[in-house]
């Protein structure tokens, strides 16, 4: 069945006058002009083929039809307010859903949100591989994409865009072996040892393979950081300046609650 299309934003100002019996202190709750307010409640009745008020020598009053439909608009704002609840309970408030490239879930993410977790016991993480998440085909309330800049998203940028070509050590054989990955910055002008002798998928693949002493391969500095702090990779050349990094994303929504804010927050913290 069609439903019909409701003019709720004139039947808002409408329980407004009724209740305060004043378009000018209807006005000031909903912060607009009382000429505003006459005009969504000329609309209304316009659109409902009736008179709802009536001015008398003691101000104004309701008509019986402005009456009549008073308590059923009221029962049907609070389901409104009950529906919205029940959307917003749905974002619990110690539960994260958070989508990031594999590798820099690994090496970056995931142990700041391991301390995280220490400091507030009760907070849950849904953590998914994702390499650019996409906002409309799932419900996150945080992505990590490597990029130039946050795009439609608003967003804070996590690490520096700086790059850095690590080796494996201690391993002969794969000396003259380069690793290559879609958006490895070889388009940046940046020097590479020939055509790769191994293509992957992602920076992080592409740091596995030289942590497994594939190859050399040039990633975002952020990622590596880790392995070569830990002496598991050479530097052999970098860091140096990029053009993208690690980013935080968010759709307008999430930003605005608490919890997301709490995170990243810490996250910046820890940078």
Not at 137 to 158: K, R, T, V, Y
């Amino acid at each position: 069945m069609k439903r019909t299309l409701l003019p709720l934003n004139a039947l808002r100002v409408y329980d407004a006058a009724a209740r305060h019996l004043s378009f000018t202190k209807a006005a000031d709750e909903l912060a607009v002009t009382p000429a505003a307010v006459g005009q969504q409640i000329r609309a209304l009745e316009d659109h409902l083929g009736t008179v709802l008020f009536r001015r008398t020598s003691k101000g104004l009053e309701l008509t019986e039809e402005g009456h009549a439909g008073l308590d059923a608009l009221r029962d049907g704002f609070l389901r409104f307010e009950e529906s919205v609840a029940a959307m917003q309970a749905g974002q619990s408030v110690d539960r994260y859903a958070i989508a990031a490239p594999r590798g820099i879930l690994e090496h970056w993410l995931a142990p700041r949100l391991a301390a995280f977790q220490a400091g507030q016991p009760g907070v849950r993480f849904q953590l998914r591989e994702r390499e650019k998440a996409d906002f409309s085909e799932a419900n996150l309330d945080l992505a990590i994409w490597l990029a130039e800049g946050p795009g439609d998203c608003p967003g804070e940028q996590l690490t520096r865009p700086e790059w850095v070509t690590v080796a494996p050590k201690n391993a002969p054989q794969a000396e003259g072996r380069t690793i290559g990955w879609p958006g490895d910055g070889r388009d940046e002008g940046a020097e590479a040892a020939g055509e790769p002798c191994i293509a992957v998928g992602s920076a992080g693949q592409a740091l596995a393979c030289v942590v497994a002493g594939m190859g050399a391969a040039r990633v975002p500095h952020a990622l590596a950081a880790e392995a070569i702090a830990a002496g598991t990779v050479a530097v052999a050349q970098g860091p140096e300046d990029g053009r993208r990094s690690y980013w935080l994303l968010a759709p307008p929504p999430q930003w605005r609650q608490k919890k997301v804010r709490a995170l990243v927050d810490y996250l910046k913290t820890t940078l």
